[in-house]
């Protein structure tokens, strides 16, 4: 009955969406505003409908009706309720709805929003976002159906995959998909401009706090992914350039270098073309994404969503690229800006070094994701790249990308002279020798790390003398420093919140570099009482229990004292999971976290028959909590640059005016 | 995909079977550390298991592999000629840092510094034509840089500064 009811929700959803299309089409063409007007409550309907549909199939799998093959692979009677709910987006059928969902959420609220003098992108806005919503709609209806029925009504079903059970996937798919499906909303306004030949820059304007948004919520899905990895999947690690991994990075680095080029074109109105490109590459890599993560195209971790869909998700791609390009090349002229560069010492020049360094670092990140496909085509052979070849490739360019990070803020627009440079970078290189130097003297000897953290120093100085700058000359006017401070961000949330950001970048540098270049490891076999020495720690392994939890779960859990330089400091308990019933081992870690590291240790291995003794693997992870912190700084600098200015509108209109003025002229 | 990956794990135990049996069992002997396995087996990619390299495996095919790495230690190997060993029973694909030949040479090595150099040149190349241009068609020197500084640029030189240019314009708009 609710399975019904749901899929005939999902069923709705599709009609609307293919409405939405052709009303759009037809109302633009005939000059109807009102058909226009229909298509739009129609791209707004689907997501009650989809929000139904969903709400259907968490309600199956909190009731746990079997029968329905979805539920019946990722939940179970002993499941605890939030886990239900979550396994939503547990399997490929049920995280396809998902995304739907969250897709026409942010459709809606990008439709519903007040159009004014951008109503005449709104028909062809609607109809790019609708025809990727009708694709991806097709699927869940017609190919991973997520209320398809089975034969019989088996009596328990086979549990949420034990990886996904931890708190940190519960958040970040989510995340991730709003991140992904976030960056349609840019391209569905790009794409309308180039089809209404409205290439100003108000589609910039308008999608820019989408776009904004969007890679908001994708650098948390990234952050927390990693957290994730840290806590569950017992490597010691966050980040291990598994293709899945990179499928989200890559948006990411387009988007990254989307939001900076912007600023060229929002204060100089060049580089029109290039930003458009920047989008459609960023929504290209989306839907690639996507794609090798649901086709598993390139194995991983992350495979779980393996399925038939491959060839639909290619023939989208195809299709889309082809639009895209076929847009770009009939208003190519349009396009055209008439680029202006005074200066290769320029803030613009600056933001096209930015943009060069961030594509030269996505093409390689691409060029190594997909080289086992290229193997596998040329030598029949599987290939593979470790994290080792991505780090010797990548590690110049993000150097020297967090240099350009500290010194870009110092151009000017148009020109800027050398020796203005220097001048405002000299003291502040040499205080950032001083820390090496002093680093150097405690008996740092790796030159990797030392410059690093010379580049981190640096960039980190001129990023809070540009705050204390311009907190200075408010302060001049007679503001206290407080109020000089907050008046600032609060007047210029983008540029500000963007120099948070770069705070947060610059301190997961910090912590990266630490603990990529001092991590420390040891594993052993210890007797009951015995004692393992790692850095100024000791480990004592003092005994195992094991004992039955949740559902099928049994726990096997050591514990181990932990001692610094000699001290008693805390007991640490380490254990492995097994889910009895499918015979997945999960290894789940447990860490003394400080400021300076994590002493993070695993239980490797313990059997009942021999069992005052067990096999610990212990890690010293320097600076690991700095690369979590600096990712609470970055979002909360995203949210500054990102909230609602109501002074930005009232800016707008007037740059709107003074344009249509200069245009009379 | 799945024949693919089949025929791969009959070849992987194979492979497993035929190197256990050919070293007779000098493990017993064998007094390396965990610690010295583990750092040859993080170069090796579990050749079953998606991505996961040896060191960190939590399956039995993993815990087998990794008895096979500690007794070639103890036969004397190098942990070179260990990864020399899986890459020859299983491909180089196993290998975390692949070897320098063949394609992975190719697609690894040259094609990142080809594309980089080229990139550079082309971008450069870009950039001068663009200043070209700019320098042989000189235009009106727009609003922001000519009023807005010297507006309130006085004597002060770190008012010279655009953006606190702006902060001291918007703070006299009040």
Not at chain 1, 133 to 154: D, H, K, Y
Not at chain 1, 461 to 470: D, S
Request: proline share 5%; net charge positive; hydrophobic share 50%.
């Amino acid at each position: 009955m609710i399975a019904d009811f749901g899929y005939t929700a999902l069923l709705f959803a599709f009609a609307v969406a293919i409405y939405a299309v052709g009303a759009a089409w037809y109302g633009r063409r005939q000059n109807k505003p009102a058909w226009v007007e229909s298509a739009r409550n129609a791209t707004i309907l689907t997501f009650p409908l989809l929000a139904l549909a969903s709400g259907a199939l968490v309600y199956l799998l909190v009731t746990g009706d079997f029968s329905i093959n979805y539920v019946w692979q990722v939940s179970s009677r002993g499941m605890p309720t939030y886990l239900k709910v979550t396994s939503l987006w547990g399997g490929q059928a049920g995280s396809l709805l998902f995304w739907n969902l969250l897709l026409a959420a942010f459709t809606a609220t990008a439709m519903a929003r007040k159009w004014q003098e951008d109503k005449p992108l709104m028909p062809y806005a609607i109809i790019v976002a609708s025809f990727t919503q009708i694709f991806f709609l097709g699927i869940s209806a017609f190919v991973e159906n997520p209320f398809a029925r089975l034969p019989f009504t088996p009596p328990d079903g086979n549990g949420l995959n034990p990886l996904l059970r931890h708190p940190g996937m519960i958040i970040h798919p989510p995340m991730l998909y709003l991140g992904f499906v976030g960056f349609t909303i840019p391209y569905a306004f790009a794409m309308a401009a180039l089809m209404a030949n409205r290439l100003d820059d108000r589609w910039i304007q308008t999608t820019r706090r989408w776009t904004l948004v969007a890679w908001l919520f994708l650098s948390l899905g990234l952050i927390l992914g990693g957290r994730w990895a840290y806590d569950v999947l017992g490597w010691g690690g966050y980040w291990a350039w598994d293709p899945v991994e990179n499928a989200s990075l890559m948006p990411w680095l387009a988007g990254t270098a989307f939001l900076h080029s912007v600023m060229i074109q929002e204060k100089r109105n060049i580089f029109k073309r290039w930003n458009v490109f920047l989008v459609v590459l960023t929504y290209s890599l989306v839907i690639l994404g996507t794609f090798i993560v649901r086709s598993g195209v390139i194995s991983s971790v992350h495979s779980f969503a393996q399925s038939a869909i491959g060839p639909l998700f290619f023939g989208f791609i195809v299709i889309m690229f082809i639009f895209s390009a076929y847009w770009m090349t009939v208003r190519r002229e349009a396009l055209v800006s008439e680029n202006h560069l005074d200066s290769f010492l320029s803030r613009e020049a600056a933001f096209l070094y930015n943009n060069f360094l961030f594509l030269a670092i996505l093409a390689i990140v691409f060029l190594f994701t997909y080289y086992p496909i290229f193997s596998e085509l040329f030598t029949g052979e599987k290939g593979f790249v470790g994290p080792p070849v991505y780090e010797r490739a990548l590690a110049p360019l993000f150097a020297v990308l967090l240099v350009l990070m500290g010194v870009a803020p110092l151009t000017m627009w148009y020109r800027t002279t050398l020796k203005r440079l220097e001048l405002a970078a000299r003291w502040p290189a040499l205080a950032a020798l001083l820390v090496i130097v002093a680093l150097f003297a405690l008996g740092m000897r790796s030159w990797g790390a030392l410059l690093g953290f010379w580049i981190v120093a640096f960039s980190t100085i001129l990023t809070l003398i540009e705050f204390w700058k311009g907190t200075r000359a408010r302060m001049r006017k007679g503001e206290a420093p407080w109020t000089a401070y907050a008046n600032l961000m609060a007047r210029n949330r983008r540029r500000y919140g963007g120099y948070w950001i770069h705070l947060g970048v610059l301190v997961m540098a910090f912590g990266i570099i630490g603990t990529e270049i001092f991590q420390q490891e040891t594993q052993i076999r210890l007797q009951t009482g015995e004692r393992v020495a790692l850095g100024y720690y000791e480990a004592e392994f003092k005994g195992v229990s094991r004992f039955p939890g949740p559902d099928d779960l049994l726990i096997t859990e050591a514990q181990v004292d932990v001692y610094q330089n000699g001290r008693f400091v805390t007991t640490l308990t380490p254990r492995t999971e097994l889910y009895t019933r499918t015979g997945q081992p999960m290894t789940i870690p447990s860490a003394r976290s400080t400021v300076a590291e994590d002493f993070y240790i695993l239980l490797i291995n313990w059997e009942p028959t021999t069992a005052n003794a067990a096999t610990l693997r212990l890690y010293l992870n320097p600076l690991i909590n700095w690369v979590w912190a600096g990712g609470f700084v970055f979002v909360l600098g995203t949210l500054i640059a990102a909230w609602p200015d109501p002074r930005d509108e009232k800016v707008r209109v007037a740059r709107q005016e003074r344009l249509v003025v200069s245009a009379a002229d | 995909m799945k024949t693919y990956r089949l025929r791969f794990v009959i070849v992987a135990i194979l492979g497993l079977a035929l190197g256990l049996t050919a070293v007779p069992a000098l493990a017993q002997d064998g007094v390396v550390s965990d610690d010295a396995v583990n750092a040859v087996a993080k170069d090796i990619y579990c050749p079953v298991c998606e991505n996961t390299p040896l060191d960190v495996c939590p399956t039995q095919a993993c815990a087998d592999w990794r008895d096979l790495i500690r007794t070639q230690l103890s036969e004397g190997k190098s942990p070179q000629e260990v990864r020399e060993y899986f890459a020859q029973i299983y491909g180089d694909g196993v290998l975390a840092n692949p070897p320098r030949r063949g394609l992975s040479l190719i697609v690894l090595w040259i094609l990142p510094v080809v594309l980089l150099l080229v990139g550079v040149l082309l971008f450069s190349r870009y950039l001068s034509d663009l200043r070209a241009q700019t320098a042989s068609a000189p235009r009106a020197v727009t609003v922001m840089t000519a009023s807005a500084p010297t507006a309130v640029a006085k004597s002060d030189p770190a008012a010279r500064d655009d953006y606190v240019a702006r902060v001291e314009q918007e703070l006299q708009k009040g």
